[in-house]
């Protein structure tokens, strides 16, 4: 079980504006910085977004993070068919001295 | 470019020892701030970190598998080796090798093989 709790499912309709929520606790998103990858179907992760808010190269400035304490969010906006995928949130764990992903949540466009 | 390619067995027999290679190119594991990792994910579940080991020999590992991992790098070859002893078929999963650098307050995976597929059968 993830100590980073994300929902399983979030969906929308093209156009639309999604959250996916990233919950944590001290020891990893309180006192570190968060990742989100994005996996489409049969491929390996990518990089979406490094520290809670920023975009690497390449990645539309409609994918956001944001953080707020020990929760950190994913935000999508104009969503597209082709954002459908699973989405994971990282960050390092101070206690456990590693790095620990959320269960992953996974995006359907309606 | 950067790229990082996994390579070793498709199929391990329950309590054998896994070795995966990860070959990568387009950076060195001397950079500073560089890492090499390993990450698994079982078919149709999430991501799992495993083990990482930086560009100054550090390495650090999932302390529910540490007793089972250990991590070494090439740095003259451009690779590093995962190994895992006494496999399970719970240990049936995809193994991905990424990169993980110095970018602002973090260090991501930014870039990653496209993953091997181990499945423990016997």
């Known amino acids: 079980q993830s100590v980073l709790t994300q929902p399983p499912s979030a969906s929308g309709t093209p156009g639309q504006r999604v959250t996916i929520s990233c919950s944590g606790s001290s020891s990893n998103i309180g006192s570190n910085a968060v990742n989100w990858y994005q996996q489409l179907p049969g491929t390996a992760p990518k990089l979406l977004i490094y520290?809670?808010?920023q975009r690497p190269s390449g990645v539309p400035d409609r994918f956001s993070g944001s953080k707020s304490g020990t929760t950190a969010s994913l935000a999508i906006s104009g969503l597209q068919s082709e954002d459908e995928a699973d989405y994971y949130c990282?960050?390092?764990?101070?206690?456990?001295?590693?790095?620990?992903f959320g269960g992953g949540t996974k995006l359907t466009v309606l | 470019q950067i790229t990082l390619k996994e390579s070793g067995p498709t199929l391990v027999k329950p309590t054998q020892t896994l070795t995966l290679t990860c070959t990568f190119s387009?950076?060195?594991?001397?950079?500073?701030?560089?890492?090499v990792g390993w990450i698994r994910q079982p078919p149709g579940k999430a991501l799992e970190w495993l083990t990482l080991i930086y560009w100054d020999g550090d390495k650090r590992y999932s302390p529910s598998l540490k007793s089972r991992l250990t991590i070494t790098g090439d740095t003259s070859k451009n690779l590093v080796v995962l190994t895992m002893s006494n496999m399970d078929p719970l240990d049936t999963a995809t193994y991905y090798c990424?990169?993980?650098?110095?970018?602002?307050?973090?260090?991501?995976?930014?870039?990653w093989g496209h993953g091997t597929l181990v499945t423990v059968s016997s």
């Open positions: 387009g950076f060195s594991l001397t950079t500073s701030g560089v890492g």
């Open positions: 990282a960050a390092w764990d101070d206690s456990l001295n590693g790095v620990l």
């Open positions: 990424a990169r993980t650098n110095d970018m602002g307050a973090t260090r991501p995976f930014d870039y």
């Open positions: 520290s809670n808010n």
